[in-house]
Each structure stands twice: as C-alpha cells, then as structure tokens.
C-alpha cells in the first residue's frame, strides 16, 4: 500500500521537478521553472482548499458549505483570471524556447487553463456563483408526489420495478419536475458561458471547452456520426426486443408505450428484459467490501480511498456518485449512496476506477502533470472496472456466485451488457447534438429539439401534448459542460483496454470474456502504462503509448455489435 506522507510544502519541490533533459537548459526554461516554483505555491493550497469546500458541501448539502466551496473556487478562479500571470505565459508559449518535453507539456496545460479566464473577473464571480446555485439545487432537490418525497434511490426503483401504470407515470412526471425549476437559469448560465467564449474568440462555450480540453469538435461530431451507423441498425433490432417485452411486461400494445415505462428517467440505461436477475446476486453482499477485496487482490488496494469517501444516503447529500481528487497528492475520496444490488455494485467499481488512476501516480511527476490524460481517459478506466459486475467469470470469482449458476446466466449477462452499451451509445448522441445545438442557439425552440433528438436516435415516442424543459432536468447539461461525449469515449477505450490487457497480459484468447480478477498484472499494466504517465502526454498519445493504437472504435465493435 502506497504510504501518505507526502505534504503540501514537498509538493511545492515536486512540482517543479521535470524529466532530465539531455541539453542544457535553455534561458527561457529556467526562468519557466522559477516560475513554475512561485506558481505552485499560489495555486495548490487554494487547489486544495476549494477541493475540500466542494466535497464538504456536495456531501452535507448545506447552504454556508455551498457558499464557502463557492468562495474557494472565486479565490482560485483569481488566479486563473491574472493577466500578469497570463501574460508571463503567453511569453514563454510563443517563445518556442521551452523545448524540455516535461517543461513543454506544462506550460501547455497551465496556457490552456488560464486562457478560458482572460474575461473581465466580474464575469467569472458571477460564472461561478451560479454554477454553485444550480448545482447545489440539483444535489438537494427530492422528488415530491403528493405528500411524499422520494430519494433518487427511490425513484428509480419505482421506474424499475413498479408496473402500475399511473404510478410510473407519475414519478417519471415528477422526476423531471426539477427541469422545469432550473430551466431559466441555466440558460441564463448557457449564455453567460457564452458571453465569456466569444470574448475569446470561440463560437461559443461548446467550441472553447472541446477545443481548450485538446479535442476537436469536428472530429467529435465525425465520431459519433461513424458510432451513430455503426450502432443504428444493431439498435433498431435491440429496440424491437426492448418494446415487445415491455409491452407484455405491461399488458398494452407496444405503441401504447410511453417513456415511463422505459425503467429509467431518460432510457439511458437498458430495461430488464432478459431473466437473469442481477441483484439477487449481491443479496447480502456488501459492495462496498466486495470493492476492497477486488482492487486489493488485483495490485491497487483502495483502503485508504476508502476510509476518506462518503458512500451511504443521507437527507440533503449528492445523490448520484462522483470522485474527488483533493489535493493530486493521494487524497483521493469517492462520493456514493450504496445498497445492495448490482447498480450500486457496478458503481462502487466505476468511481473506484476513477479514483485508483488519481491515487496511484507517479510521485516523480510534477504536479501538474499527475491524474489522467483526459475526461475520457479516466472514464475509460472507470467504465472497465464498472462493467465487472456483470461479467459472468467476475461474479464466480469476486461476488462468489456457484460456477452452475453463473454459467446459467452467462449468455443472458453478455446479451444484458450488450444491451447496455448500444442503449447508451444512442443515448450519448442525444446528449452531444442537444449540447452542441444549445450552446449554437440557446434562443431556440429546445423543448421540441430535446424531443426530435430523442425520437430520432432513442426510438422513444414524445409524450401527447408534452411541451416542457424535459432537457433541464439532466445535471450534466447544467454543471458538465462538454463532458458528456467523454463518456462514450470512454466506452471505446474501455474495450481497447479489455483487448490490450486480455490478450498481452494474461495471455487469453478471449479477452472479452475474461473476469480480471485476482491477477497482480492487471494493476501493475494500469499503474505503468496509465496511473504514473498521467497527463505527461497528450490523450490519444498516452492511448497509442498504453494500448499499441489510438483511439478506435474496433474492438467495442467486436466486444458488443460482433464486428471483426
């Protein structure tokens, strides 16, 4: 177990420390490096502190929490916005005179975050202000029929499980309620966004983010247009078999089925309508210590994530899962709302992914340089673990599920996981053409896009009548700006990684069957070839480093549509 002794005053030395060059260094690198010493002990501790107010006020759901990781932000954000402090970088960026790949690559990664603050600094208080706000009334917002109020937990069990027609309908009702109440500001935050972009010389805030986070938005949108073929007609067959179950499953013809009946807020996750039953697999089963014991067997033990994570509902909490990266010095915190069943199993898996690749660096690294290469990158390697808890050798070997049993639910779990990925991959292309249209036009009709987007990748039929800001109740589009596409591209590099570590580490022929349990060589390839190269290179760089290729849609297509 990696020992936590590293402090903040050892940060400041390491985070001027850079790969040995084979020249000297040149005029300018030196004076790159001296600033690079007297920024660090600027930013970290203000790091740190807005990390810690976040955490305190995303797990209390309090209004002085909120107010204080608010202020903490402003306080870094004043750093961000020094055009002092800019214009020192703007000269060492266009001097083309810092040549150390170490040195280069984090004046890259510093001129890029302080580039989307050159606005005025009142724009930016106000930016974050309202960031706060909606986001602190997403987190503290319960879902309210008649006299009840219902947690998240609660309301997706009903939509799971209930098969009362006008109980679904109401809560699916209600749970988008809270679009309606923050509709308004978000577009007021949507155009402020944009306020600031185009001050910069972006389109708007979609282009800037995609762009500043080293993508280009072109290319993205290629992407998905090459997913969107490659999936439509896998889905089409997919979504026939999802309608006909449920239409038996409920008594009705299949066009009678509404998106309530979907057993999700926004059929984003795929509906059970195969036999095996997953949660009974983790009846009386701790998730939480089935967590442990996995990471701990497989090279990365997670105790002392653990023992500083927040993993359990409570009045007023964030009732979703994030991870926290406080202080890219090993204090890493996972934030969930965990029961016994297979979603919550799933999850524990997924943001212990994200945090094994924070707590897991390379303490040589500088600073700035530790944590993943990308969004999609520590998304890929959550998603790997995540998708564990369906895996049927996984389930023998973890969960310990009889070999009989498993194997009896084998095919089901791979048609089940199947069914997941496609499900999302159509539901990723709602969120990206709706943001990408957003931010383009936030003045237009979006009630109506949200619901041509869905009818057109999602097959879902637009409730009679329905014209109200359904958009507005997924948090993303409020608080993860140009995140969402991340997520399927985390997918692709998910299998990459199934493909690479199946076949060059443990020596399978059927990787993708494979449990990735209980082998050292599992985390020593994350750890070497992932966790300690962190963000030293680019993100498909590090992809084509780690893996032998960039970024490719082949072996997803493999894995879940049978493509070779």
């Not at 930016?124 to 998240?152: A, C, H, M, P, W």
């Not at 199993?345 to 040589?364: F, I």
Request: aromatic share 12%; with cysteine.
């Amino acid at each position: 177990m990696k020992k936590m002794m590293l402090i903040v005053a050892c940060l400041f030395l390491l985070g001027s420390m850079v790969p040995v060059s084979s020249a000297d260094p040149t005029d300018m690198e030196m004076k790159f490096s001296a600033f690079l010493e007297e920024y660090e002990a600027k930013v970290i501790p203000l790091s740190i502190t807005s990390s810690l107010a976040y955490f305190t006020a995303v797990v209390t759901g309090n209004d002085a929490d909120y107010a204080k990781a608010a202020q903490a932000e402003i306080a870094l954000t004043k750093i961000y916005s020094d055009t002092e402090i800019f214009a020192q970088l703007k000269t060492f960026h266009e001097s083309a005179q810092v040549i150390d790949p170490g040195l280069r690559r984090q004046l890259e990664v510093i001129y890029l975050r302080h580039l989307e603050h050159q606005v005025d600094p009142l724009l930016l208080e106000e930016l974050v202000n309202r960031e706060n706000n909606i986001e602190q009334k997403f987190n503290t917002y319960r879902v309210t029929i008649g006299d009840r109020q219902l947690s998240d937990n609660q309301v997706d069990s009903i939509l799971r499980y209930a098969t009362d027609a006008e109980e679904l309908r109401q809560t699916w009702l209600a749970s988008k309620q809270i679009g309606r109440e923050v509709a308004p500001e978000i577009l007021e935050l949507v155009k402020l966004r944009n306020r600031i972009a185009q001050s910069l010389g972006f389109a708007d805030y979609f282009e800037m983010q995609l762009k500043l986070d080293e993508q280009n938005p072109a290319e993205i949108v290629s992407l998905f247009a090459e997913l969107d073929s490659l999936t439509r007609d896998t889905f089409t067959a997919l979504k026939a078999q999802i309608d006909s179950a449920l239409a038996a499953r409920h008594g009705i013809a299949i066009g009678q089925l509404q998106p309530w009946h979907y057993q999700n807020r926004f059929f984003q996750e795929a509906p059970r309508i195969y036999p095996v039953d997953l949660d009974r697999f983790f009846e009386g089963k701790d998730p939480v210590a089935l967590s442990r014991e996995y990471f701990a067997a497989i090279g990365l033990p997670v105790d002392s994530i653990l023992a500083r994570s927040d993993l359990y509902e409570r009045p007023g909490k964030y009732q979703h899962a994030q991870c926290v990266s406080i202080d890219n010095a090993g204090d890493v915190r996972v934030i969930c709302n965990v029961r016994r069943d297979n979603y919550w199993m799933a999850t524990m898996l997924h943001e212990l992914g994200h945090a094994v690749y924070d707590y897991y660096y390379d303490p040589q690294a500088p600073w700035l340089l530790r944590g993943a290469a990308h969004s999609l990158t520590t998304e890929a390697v959550a998603e790997f673990f995540g998708r564990l808890s369906a895996n049927p050798q996984w389930l023998v070997q973890v969960a310990g599920v009889p070999q009989a049993e498993s194997d009896r639910a084998a095919e089901d779990c791979v048609r089940m996981q199947r069914l997941e990925q496609i499900v999302f991959s159509r539901w990723s292309q709602v969120m990206l053409h709706f943001e990408k249209a957003l931010y383009e036009n936030p003045d237009r009709d979006l009630n109506t896009l949200w619901w041509d987007l869905v009818e057109k990748y999602q097959g879902l039929t637009r409730p009679e009548g329905r014209h109200e800001p359904d958009w507005a109740a997924k948090i993303h589009l409020a608080t993860s700006t140009a995140y969402y596409h991340n997520y399927i591209l985390g997918e692709l590099l998910a299998s990459q990684f199934i493909e690479t570590i199946g076949r060059k580490i443990l020596n399978s022929t059927e990787p993708f069957q494979e449990g990735f349990a209980g082998k050292t060589q599992i985390g020593k390839y994350f750890v070497e070839n992932v966790f300690y190269p962190g963000n030293r290179y680019s993100w498909n760089e590090m992809i084509e480093r780690a893996t032998g290729e960039k970024l490719t849609s082949r072996y997803f297509a493999r894995q879940f549509i049978g493509m070779k």
